[in-house]
């Protein structure tokens, strides 16, 4: 335990050191948060102008707007949500994906150091280097979601939460969501040379991930065969949680919600033991 | 302690199509300041990383402190000390950073550690700067930082590879001294490799000679010296026309005889004796004696003995390092 929280400590320090990645890290999700969800404003697209909605007989505009609120929970979840807060909501996600694949690289960065030498040749186990920087990573990426959703709140999210126990359990989505990508993805690159390699695969993860999920549109508009994929990606199970607990108010399906907390909590620990058991076998100073 | 500190058997490693280290078997004593000494690509730090369970022999064995470096990691890595070749201090954190992070990783009590921190940045003299990151710090000053890193948790045996390497002469005086100065205060055995063969001769208890992966000799730096060292005279005489070779070669204790156009290498047995009757014999043969040099044998010298090559110079034999040599003069002249 102890090595575990010293590795985490040390990716952490020299993380609170370099403010520019911590900026650099923000500037993308806020680029999308800005493409998608300003300048696309689908919820614009179904507003009734008022002169319309005036003049229409009363009995219409009832039909009428029930039809847009079917229309609006059907798309985004609730009738209360708009396109921009549903797209802060997935981009809080996606900077967690940011990170997490982000920090993969962090072994391929100390190789090159020669700092992992320092680490495999001390008395410690493989998996603790693993689980560490797996650790530093969920803090980032907590902290980072964080500053993510300020900036949405700041650019007119509207915040809808249910209960502080709903939001308990966002929190923790977030934590098990870069559990798993950031242990996914350090499985993945253990025996990578360089970080040239790595950023090959960020770039074949990130994107991808990013699209399958429901992060920039709900799954019901999905081509057919991509839904299944979005059933499988963990964000899309932690956006749905995110948006339950803190768009959809009282309107929140508690069943899926836990539903979703569930399979993140399931993938996070396989993904984990599968980081660790990786370590122990495959990470060592041979390439 | 009746088993050896270090116990190499046999071991080889092999990259690819590269054989590193060929088969090489040696052991350590406690308290041993033991040398691997060589050129570049000999096989030092293969070694060292077998020994150190950072890489696995393709064949062979050995053991650290009585435990096997393949089968006890855990156990070899928590009696041995490293201070590798490459730096690997992490530049971003401060000094004291690094020895608390080391003393974590080695499962040292807090309260230990924050003492025994103190002892090591005195003994390398890094207190000023414990608290600056290392990024400010020399390459002297962050070498001893990574000696430092290396005795957090009381190692039984430390490596230290090419510990040395790149400082200026003062600074390898003082690093000498902390070596020197561990093993008697803290009965450390420590095995190193240098090429700098002055300070293996100065400092190394014992030391083996490798070459392309092998072993060719291990002894005292004095008795390698002995049976492997002879004394060399390098002389030049004036002229062309002289034939240096059959006025030289009646000389008696004459081991090696190399001629070159005008000059002459000799190896011989006992300098002293021989050098009188060599100029007797190229004055009476009608020569011009321009240049003549005696040195004595060095661990240089064994190893050319050994091996035919100069540890040196990074390549080439010891004819072309001769013939170097003449072209450099050439161009000066
Ligand atoms: N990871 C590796 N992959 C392939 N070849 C390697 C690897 N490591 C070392 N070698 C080769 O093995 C040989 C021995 O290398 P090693 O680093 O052990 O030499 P050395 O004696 O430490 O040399 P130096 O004095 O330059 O440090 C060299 O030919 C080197 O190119
Ligand atoms: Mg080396």
């Known amino acids: 335990m102890g090595e575990i929280s010293a590795i985490m400590g040390r990716e952490l320090r020299k993380w609170v050191r370099s403010p520019p990645l911590l900026l650099m890290a923000l500037i993308q999700p806020l680029f999308w948060m800005g493409l998608y969800g300003k300048a696309f404003n689908l919820t614009g697209l179904f507003t009734v102008p008022e002169d319309v909605l005036r003049n229409l007989p009363p009995e219409s505009t009832r039909v009428v707007a029930s039809l847009f609120n079917q229309v609006a929970s059907r798309l985004f979840g609730s009738p209360e949500t708009d396109y921009f807060s549903f797209v802060a909501t997935g981009m809080t996600s996606v900077i967690v994906l940011f990170v997490s694949v982000f920090s993969g690289m962090s072994i391929a960065w100390d190789r090159r150091l020669g700092f992992l030498n320092k680490l495999l040749v001390a008395p410690i186990r493989r998996s603790s280097i693993v689980l560490g920087k797996v650790l530093a990573a969920s803090v980032r990426a907590l902290v980072q979601a964080t500053m993510v959703l300020l900036m949405g709140l700041a650019l007119g999210v509207k915040l809808n939460p249910a209960s502080p126990l709903l939001v308990a359990g966002a929190i923790a989505s977030i934590f098990l969501l870069a559990v798993s990508l950031s242990s996914l993805v350090i499985a993945l690159t253990l025996r990578l040379k360089s970080w040239e390699y790595h950023m090959a695969v960020a770039n074949l993860l990130n994107l991808p991930l990013m699209f399958t999920s429901t992060a920039l549109y709900p799954q019901s508009i999905m081509p057919d065969w991509m839904k299944p994929l979005a059933t499988l990606n963990p964000l899309t199970h932690a956006i749905e949680v995110l948006r339950g607990a803190l768009l959809y108010g009282n309107s929140v399906d508690l069943a899926s919600f836990q539903f979703h907390l569930a399979y993140l909590s399931v993938f996070a620990i396989l993904a984990a033991g599968l980081g660790s058991y990786a370590a122990n076998r495959y990470l060592s100073a041979e390439r | ?333």
């Open chain 2, 1 to 333: 302690m009746g088993v050896p500190a270090i116990e190499a058997e046999d071991l080889r490693k092999v990259f690819g199509d590269v054989v590193a280290v060929d088969g090489i078997s040696f052991s350590v004593e406690e308290g041993e300041l033991f040398g691997l000494l060589g050129p570049n690509g000999a096989g030092k730090t293969t070694t060292i990383n077998i020994l150190t369970t950072l890489i696995r022999p393709t064949s062979g064995s050995a053991r650290v402190w009585g435990y096997d470096v393949r089968t006890e990691t855990s156990k070899v890595r928590s009696v041995i000390g490293l201070v590798p070749q490459d730096l690997t201090v992490d530049d971003e954190l401060t000094g004291i950073e690094n020895l608390r992070l080391m003393a974590s990783l080695y499962h040292v009590p807090k309260d230990v550690a924050e003492r025994r921190i103190e002892e090591v940045l005195e003994l390398v003299d890094l207190k000023e700067a414990a608290r600056r990151r290392v990024e400010t710090y020399s390459g002297g000053m962050r070498k001893r930082l990574e000696l430092a890193a290396a005795l957090i948790h009381r190692p039984k045996v430390l490596f230290l590879d090419e510990p040395t390497l790149g400082l200026d002469v003062q600074t390898r005086a003082h690093i000498w001294d902390y070596i020197r100065r561990l093993v008697r205060e803290e009965q450390l055995t420590v095995l190193m490799t240098t090429h700098y063969m002055e300070e293996a001769d100065a400092n190394c208890d014992r030391v083996a000679v490798i070459d392309r992966g092998k072993i060719m000799a291990i002894g005292s730096p004095r008795e390698l010296k002995a049976a492997h060292g002879s004394d060399v005279i390098e002389l030049e005489v004036q002229g062309n026309g002289i034939d240096l070779h059959s006025l030289v070669n009646g000389v008696g204790g004459v081991l090696d005889l190399r001629v070159e156009g005008s000059r002459a290498v000799l190896k011989v047995s006992r300098g002293e004796e021989v050098l009188p009757e060599l100029v007797g014999r190229l004055i009476g043969g009608g020569a011009i004696v321009r240049r003549i040099e005696m040195r004595r044998p060095t661990l240089d010298e064994v190893f050319i003995s050994l091996t035919g090559r100069s540890i040196r110079e990074e390549h080439g034999s010891w004819e072309e390092v001769f013939r170097q040599r003449l072209n450099i003069r050439r161009v000066r002249g």
